[in-house]
């Protein structure tokens, strides 16, 4: 008996023994140093190797298989027989092409396999890069451009054009959710984005996606993974500081400062939860273009102040917008029976004798005077994970994210928002095989400054428009009459009018700023406020496992808009305005041939509550060639479109003397604007979106009709055209691509080829109309003359509409790019990427705004272990001058060299990676986005702990 209880507790004693057996390994590099981050996977759990590259695991039972993986690497699977044996392993690097993917098809695949050009970046690509973050290193992707909003707002396009930084044809998600801010509906770079220390990886679609991801997925879609707190845990840091030297415009040296948290932990096998930390601040680039323009949304003329032109209107000075051909000005002061200071009248007909091609303007305020161009902002995000079966596929998160940011913005005007906040609510259950998600997004403008208003009332309210041109106009006169010449005539006219002026940093001025501030634009003032959101839900469901002959996929989309900035940037003045949208869509992919041919088929059916319906069918092909299937050819269609947004819908903004009104029919006798005619001030006329519509003449045919009154006094109806406008529709295109992938072997060097060239056909092109509507009389009513006598009277009101193109646009180009190992482990690339369009059109006003270079070549040389613990890495961008066309101004974009470079040293004692380095070390400053600021350089120091 003694014998049986003794071999029983024996027998009891080592099975509780194997089941504590704790195993430990170590995740090494290809240059045998500690590697953090490698995720490990055993039965149903998953763990991380620390900084030192270590990890452990509670093993019951043996033999055990485990598979050590990381973005960027081969996965390494190993059998550990016993708890005695020494677990080592080495991740070596992948071939670009075999990373795998998931935005192209919603399902995993390696890049090589894309049936759509992808561009992607992992963490190795982060820890790399020579950029000051991870979202800027994606301008050195093929095909990838990015526009400067501001210093910390970057605005994703691509070669593919249409782009500005009204970025509405592009999508960003995070982790599935849009970034999006609802009331523009288009993402400001990563503002709302991921912390560095929680990037996963970053995918980006360039070209047309509508198919998967909705409407507004047109000319791309940037999707960002986050890390899972299942798999990475623990505490990361980093800081980073610098300065940034801006040589134009007399801008100082200005340090900055950017810092993030991250923290996540695995309390189960069921439970784990993250949570993140940004704070970053400094100072913007200052937009100090002087040159002289044709007026808002106008060209760059000569002069660079009123001594150069009277009727100055500059880049980057606001107030200066307020102006009118002086001709006109003197005529009008005869009509009113304005009389010289000693009482005499003006000599009748004096106005002819005034040169009928000279404006004269306020002088108004530059930028730097109204704005404060401090940029700051803290971001914090959290979530809760749950597995609640036991297993790594299904889960359950709740997750949230707030946002606080003060910023210039730059879109149809340039605006200083401090305090502006932003939220998102999350809920999501998701397997391998499908996802529900559902989440609510909302912001607050906080103090947001429209800068030309703020100019144009501080110039107000120390003078009125009326009082300031006729004390010009009669100063002008008397000069003249007095001898002086034009020139000096002007001169003196300048210094009469503009004697009292507030001067900056007056008490008087600081007032002034101050109310125009705290008065929104309804009342005359500068504030806008919106507190826009949006509700979201998406699904997907595939089948597989389920159907064995192909890859089948279900899924849809629901979205429902409340705008709400209570009658200042929407027609919304009496109730919250709310519309939806929602989409469902379908993929088939079967593969052949012994999974060399691969053929998806995918359709989708969007309705939004204004708009048709519109189907957006998309087809690939892709055939891997060769004996290793390396070389890879593509062919893929899709039809894409995109829905106007909720401003092209129901905007009602007056920005100076100028109306911006959406035109979806239940919006026109929304907005309503009281004007003061120009021939009788003491009289108002009341005019709504519908006088836009119905009675309005084009914009070019009512400058033709003012220019030959001006020139001889000629009344001619002939001239004036009445205006055609349509409803806003979505507008769509036919995009068709052929690529070509492969990894090739050169001498003793495997090169990565990609390339791609892509032609796509636009129609229905969203874009801007102007027209003006007469205060008075009918444009169709041919036997009365008083719309034209409205015109004559400059008694008129400029519409800005949102419209539809008969244009019919081509775009086109391809980008080729290759990357390589040379020379023992220098990691070498470079790209070359080349897009034009045409536009076959009769219309005089369309802008294309195409805003994209001819030309763009991208380089880069880097060594992740040039020494022990020592790296570098070296990204130089090249591009060709090209015109950029928006709202705000037409101008050139220059030829530009731009060279990045950053050293970088891993200390694994205290766990630490620190780079040094700079951006556009050249020197030379240069415009990303006429209008915004001359982005200098920037110098760098950033210390990352425990990643």
């Given amino acids: 008996m003694t014998r049986f209880l003794l071999t029983a507790l024996l027998s009891l004693s080592t099975f509780i023994l194997s089941a504590q057996s704790v195993i430990t390994g170590t995740v090494y590099d290809e240059y045998l140093e500690p590697f953090p981050g490698a995720t490990v996977r055993f039965n149903n ?17 043996f033999p055990l298989l485990i598979q050590v993986s990381s973005v960027g690497y081969k996965t390494e699977t190993i059998e550990i027989t016993s708890a005695e044996d020494e677990v080592n392993v080495i991740l070596k690097e992948a071939l670009a092409l075999d990373e795998i993917v998931l935005s192209a098809s919603r399902t995993p695949e390696r890049v090589l396999e894309s049936p759509v050009t992808i561009e992607r970046i992992g963490a190795k690509n982060i820890k790399r890069t020579a950029s000051p973050n991870f979202y800027e290193s994606l301008k050195n992707l093929k095909g990838i451009n990015i526009l400067d909003n501001n210093y910390n707002t970057k605005i994703v396009t691509s070669n593919r054009g249409f782009a500005n930084t009204l970025n509405n044809r592009f999508v960003q998600l995070v982790d ?45 879609i940037l999707l960002m993974t986050s890390k899972n707190p299942f798999e990475d845990t623990g505490i990361s840091v980093y800081t980073k500081s610098g300065v940034t030297v801006q040589n134009e415009g007399n801008r100082a040296t200005y340090g900055y400062y950017d810092v993030g948290v991250r923290m996540a932990e695995k309390f189960s096998e069921s439970f784990a939860a993250k949570v993140n930390l940004v704070y970053n601040k400094g100072e913007d680039w200052h937009a100090t273009d002087k040159r002289n323009t044709t007026g808002q949304g106008g060209e760059i003329i000569d002069g660079f102040s009123h001594a150069d032109n009277p009727g100055y209107d500059g880049v980057n000075v606001y107030g200066d917008e307020i102006g009118f051909n002086f001709r006109d000005i003197i005529r009008n002061l005869e009509n009113r029976g304005v009389t010289f200071p000693d009482g005499s009248p003006i000599p009748a007909n004096t106005y002819q004798s005034i040169d009928e091609d000279v404006n004269v303007s306020r002088v108004g305020y530059e930028e730097k005077d109204l704005n404060n161009y401090t940029t700051k902002y803290v971001t914090f995000d959290g979530a809760l994970h749950f597995r609640p079966w036991g297993t790594d596929n299904a889960e359950i ?40 998600r559902a989440y609510y997004t909302d912001n607050d403008s906080g103090q947001t400054t429209d800068s030309r208003l703020a100019g144009i009332f501080v110039e107000n309210q120390w003078k009125n428009h009326e009082d300031y041109f006729g004390q010009y106009g009669i100063a002008y006169l008397s000069a003249v009459n007095q001898g002086q010449s034009e020139q000096n005539a002007h001169a003196f006219a300048r210094q009469v009018a503009e004697t009292g002026r507030y001067l900056v940093g007056s008490p ?22 919106d507190n826009t959101g949006y509700y979201h839900v998406d699904a997907n469901l595939n089948l597989a496992g389920i159907v064995e002959f192909a890859d089948i ?45 691969k ?78 005619l120009r021939s009788n001030p003491n009289q108002t006329v009341t005019l709504t979106g519908e006088n836009a519509f119905y009675n309005s003449y084009t914009a070019s045919s009512v400058e033709a009709f003012q220019n030959e009154f001006r020139s001889s006094g000629t009344i001619n109806p002939a001239l004036l055209e009445v205006a055609q406008v349509d409803f806003i529709k979505p507008e769509t295109v036919q995009s068709f691509e052929l690529g070509y992938r492969a990894a090739v072997t050169i001498g003793s060097n495997i090169f990565e080829f990609d390339m791609v060239g892509f032609y796509n056909r636009h129609q229905n092109f969203i874009t801007t109309k102007q027209v003006f509507t007469p205060f008075y009389g009918d444009v169709n009513d041919t036997n009365s003359n008083d719309a034209v006598a409205a015109v004559a009277q400059q008694d008129i009101l400029r519409y800005i509409l949102r419209t539809n193109t008969d244009a019919e646009i081509d775009a086109y180009g391809f980008s080729a790019g290759f990357g390589t190992k040379i020379l023992g482990g220098f990691d070498l690339g470079a790209s070359y990427a080349f897009s034009d369009y045409s536009v076959d059109s009769d219309d005089l006003d369309f802008k294309p705004s195409f805003n994209t270079p001819k030309h763009q070549i991208k380089a880069s040389l880097g060594h992740e272990k040039l020494f022990k613990n020592f790296g570098f890495a070296v990204d130089g961008r090249w591009q060709d001058e090209f015109l950029y066309q928006s709202r705000f101004i037409d101008a050139l974009v220059e030829e530009r060299v731009v060279l990045d470079a950053q050293l970088n040293l891993t200390i694994p004692s205290i766990k630490s990676f620190i780079k040094v380095g700079g951006t556009n070390l050249l020197g030379k400053d240069y415009v990303s986005v006429p209008g915004t600021g001359t982005i200098g350089t920037q110098y760098y120091i950033s210390w990352t702990i425990n990643n």
């Fill in 45 to 61: 759990g998953t763990t991380t190797s620390d900084f030192n590259g270590e990890f452990k695991l509670e093993i019951k039972k």
């Fill in 397 to 436: 998160i709740l997750g949230s994210k707030l946002h606080v940011s003060d910023n210039i913005i730059h879109a149809s005007n340039r605006y200083d928002q401090r305090g502006g906040f932003m939220q998102q609510y999350k809920f999501e259950i998701k397997d391998d095989n499908y996802f529900v």
């Fill in 176 to 220: 599935g959710a849009e970034s999006s801010i609802p009331t523009f509906e288009y993402s400001f770079g990563n503002l709302f984005g991921l912390n560095e220390l929680d990037v996963k990886n970053v995918e980006i679609l360039p070209g047309a996606a509508s198919a998967l991801y909705g409407a507004n997925a047109f000319n791309g």
């Fill in 599 to 676: 053929i998806t088929g995918t359709v989708r059916y969007d309705k939004a509550k204004n708009f048709e319906g519109k189907f957006s069918p998309r087809a690939t092909v892709s055939y891997a060639a060769g004996e290793s299937k390396n070389h890879n050819f593509r062919l893929a269609f899709q039809t894409a479109f995109r829905n106007p947004t909720s401003q092209d819908q129901y905007l009602g903004l007056q920005l100076g003397d100028r109306v911006f009104l959406g035109t979806v029919e239940e919006n026109l006798n929304r907005e309503v604007s009281v004007q003061q």
């Fill in 508 to 529: 008087q001025y600081k007032a002034a700023l101050e109310n125009a501030k705290n008065t929104s634009i309804n009342n005359g003032g500068a504030r806008l406020r």
């Fill in 553 to 597: 996929q279900f899924g849809g989309s629901f979205r429902s808009f409340a705008l709400d900035s209570q009658g200042e940037i929407y027609t919304d003045d009496n109730d919250v305005i709310r519309h939806r949208a929602y989409g469902l869509y379908s993929q088939v992919q079967k593969r052949f041939d012994d999974d060399r041919l």
